[in-house]
């Protein structure tokens, strides 16, 4: 079973997400512009169904959370913005209810496929970065035994302080030998005139 047209891409509404107290939110105007309404409509029908939203699927952001989070969005008023509602997941779903238009119910599935995404994303490199703190942990006491290994290799080279041994093995004896063809002829003439 393929998936339809996408209503909003994937990228837009994961520009969106953004991660305040430490939880996945999306901002109410930023939700109002994905379901095509006003914020103001967004924000009425939210505190006229107030119960539908407890503490952990909304809440409003403080001043300097509004402050701090305009260093990253670039939206005219945003930072001066009296009002700011951050929805969780579980906020962003009851919205759909809320809110009762064909294009909501549209946008909220690619809402919750983008934090799925999300989600998955965030599990494999969670996974990725567990492996590589257990490789470090596994390798952080290899160091001083890669050393050691170093200093036996480099004691076995070096040469030793203790007198030299003789040499192992077969060595003919020394023969002094003549120095030119010259010499080797008149060694050669003496020692037939000595046998005479």
Do not use: C, W
């Not at 539908?52 to 005219?76: G, Y």
């Not at 919750?112 to 490789?135: C, D, G, I, N």
């Not at 070096?158 to 007198?163: D, G, L, Q, W």
């Amino acid at each position: 079973m393929g998936h339809e047209q996408t209503i909003v891409p994937f990228e837009r509404i994961e520009r969106s997400i953004f991660l305040i107290r430490g939880q996945k939110v999306m901002l109410d105007r930023d939700l109002a512009a994905l379901y095509g309404v006003e914020t103001r409509v967004l924000n009425q029908a939210v505190r006229r169904n107030s119960q539908r939203f407890p503490a952990d699927f909304m809440f409003e952001l403080t001043r300097e959370e509004i402050r701090n989070l305009s260093q990253f969005v670039i939206s005219p008023g945003f930072k001066h913005a009296p009002r700011m509602l951050a929805f969780t997941e579980q906020g962003v779903a009851m919205l759909s209810s809320v809110l009762r238009s064909p294009r909501a119910v549209l946008v909220n599935v690619e809402i919750m496929r983008a934090f799925v995404r999300l989600r998955r994303y965030l599990a494999t490199h969670q996974a990725l970065a567990e492996q590589l703190k257990e490789l470090e942990n596994r390798v952080a006491g290899h160091d001083e035994q890669i050393q050691a290994i170093f200093q036996a290799i480099r004691q076995l080279i070096a040469p030793s302080a203790e007198t030299e041994r003789p040499s192992i093995g077969f060595r003919p004896a020394k023969v002094s030998g003549p120095k030119s063809v010259r010499e080797a002829r008149g060694r050669f003439r003496r020692g037939r005139s000595r046998g005479k």
